[in-house]
C-alpha cells in the first residue's frame, strides 16, 4: 500500500469529524491515461467519507478483461498517486470487487461511477458488494474516457502527418466531441450537486437489481452481454448528442 502523507505525522489516517471513526471509501479501476473524468470521480467519493484507498488494477487484469493499457502499471500507480484527493494506493488491485478486498482494507463501502462494469464473461464487477450493500455511486463525467482519447490522438496524428490541413474525418470527429463537451456543461449546470464536502450519502444509494421488461433506454442488467451493454451506451451518448445544439 501507497500512502499519499496527506495526514498528520506523515501520512497517518486523520479521525472522522468529532473524533468520530475515520470513514473509509475504496475506489478501484485501470486508470490509464489519467484525465479529468477520473480526478472528478475521486473527488467525489473522497466526500462521501475521510479517507480515500484507490486500487489499481494490473496490466494482466485489464489486458484479460479490456485489452493492454496505454501506461504501465507502476506508471499508473505514480498517476493516482498525485491525486490530491487520494490517501493511499494500492497496486495489482483485483478487477472483481469483493467483500474481502474492503474487508482487508477496512473499508466501508466502495464508489464507482454511475456506469456498468463488466467482465470478460459480461459479469458485473461489483455485483456482490452491491448485493451486501456496501456501494454508492457517483456522477460519470461524459464526454471523456481512454478509449476516447486514444481515438482523438490516432486522428490527430494521421492529420498531423496528412499533406491535407485536417482531414475531414477527423474534424468530424472534432465537431462532435465539441458538440457533447457543451452538452455535458449544460447538464452539470443546470444540476444541483451530488454531494456536499463533508458530508456523507444515505446508505441507499446503491444499485437496485434490474427488473423485467426493461426499454432501449433503460441500463442493460447486470448479466448484459458486452454488445448489449456497448449498444445501450452508444444509444445513451446519440440521445445526449441530439438534445443539444
Not at 496527506?6 to 473509509?24: F, I, K, S
Not at 494490473?58 to 490517501?87: C, L, N, S
Amino acid at each position: 500500500m501507497i500512502r499519499n502523507g496527506h495526514g498528520e505525522a506523515g501520512g497517518a489516517e486523520r479521525p472522522g469529524p468529532g473524533g468520530r471513526r475515520a470513514v473509509r471509501v475504496w475506489c478501484d479501476g485501470c486508470y490509464d491515461m489519467v484525465h479529468y473524468g477520473h480526478s472528478n470521480q475521486l473527488r467525489q467519493a473522497r466526500a462521501m467519507g475521510d479517507h480515500l484507498i484507490v486500487g489499481v488494477h494490473t496490466d494482466e487484469e485489464i489486458a484479460k478483461h479490456k485489452g493492454p493499457p496505454v501506461f504501465t502499471q507502476e506508471e499508473r500507480y505514480k498517476m493516482v498517486q498525485a491525486i490530491k484527493w487520494v490517501d493511499e494506493v494500492v497496486p495489482a488491485a483485483p478487477y472483481v470487487t469483493t467483500l474481502e478486498t474492503l474487508d482487508k482494507y477496512s473499508c466501508d463501502f466502495c464508489v464507482h461511477g454511475n456506469d456498468i462494469t463488466l467482465t470478460v464473461d459480461g459479469r458485473d464487477t461489483y455485483e456482490e458488494v452491491k448485493q451486501a450493500g456496501r456501494y454508492r455511486e457517483c456522477k460519470r463525467t461524459q464526454g471523456v474516457s481512454t478509449t476516447d482519447l486514444v481515438g482523438r490522438m490516432l486522428l490527430v496524428t494521421k492529420a498531423h502527418h496528412s499533406s491535407q490541413e485536417m482531414s475531414s474525418e477527423y474534424r468530424e470527429y472534432a465537431d462532435s466531441f465539441g458538440k457533447r463537451v457543451r452538452c455535458q456543461a449544460k447538464v452539470v449546470l443546470a444540476a444541483a450537486p451530488a454531494v456536499a464536502v463533508g458530508q456523507n450519502p444515505s446508505p441507499t444509494g446503491h444499485s437496485s437489481p434490474a427488473q423485467p421488461g426493461r426499454g432501449v433506454n433503460q441500463a442493460p442488467a447486470n448479466q448484459a452481454s458486452l454488445p448489449e451493454m456497448s449498444a445501450w451506451k452508444q444509444r445513451q451518448s446519440d440521445k445526449r448528442v441530439a438534445g443539444c445544439g
